[in-house]
Nanobody, 116 residues
Framework: QVQLVESGGGWVQSGGSLRLSCAAS????????MGWYRQAPGKQRELVAG???????DYADSVKGRFTISRDNAKNTVYLEMDSLKPEDTAVYYC??????????WGQGTQVTVSS
């Protein structure tokens, strides 16, 4: 079992920045990839960014050049630095952890609101 706790969401004006954190606890030795999804009202959950245990990253086209995902394996924590935020980035952001056995765990979500 893995527990994920997100923090860092909030309200920001367009063009501003936020940094999300997601701390994992429990069977963290079995975690492979980690990442972030988001879900806006009335829309499906979508991939934002992911990072493997070796540091290979992947981003949605909509956030490339603005968001940066990073990971501190010693702290079992993944971060999402979000710059140049836009109103369309408003969503609930969910952290996930993928185990080597392919099971996926989710955090509870953190709200990000970007005002124009």
């Amino acid at each position: 079992q893995v527990q994920l706790v997100e923090s860092g969401g909030g309200w920001v004006q367009s063009g501003g920045s936020l940094r999300l954190s997601c701390a994992a606890s429990g069977s963290t030795f079995s975690i492979n990839a980690m990442g972030w999804y988001r879900q806006a009202p009335g829309k499906q959950r979508e991939l934002v960014a992911g990072i493997t245990s070796s540091g290979v990253t992947d981003y949605a086209d909509s956030v490339k050049g603005r968001f940066t995902i990073s990971r501190d394996n010693a702290k079992n924590t993944v971060y999402l630095e979000m710059d140049s935020l836009k109103p369309e980035d408003t969503a609930v952001y969910y952290c996930h952890a993928d185990m080597f056995g392919f099971r996926r765990y989710w955090g509870q979500g953190t709200q990000v609101t970007v005002s124009s």
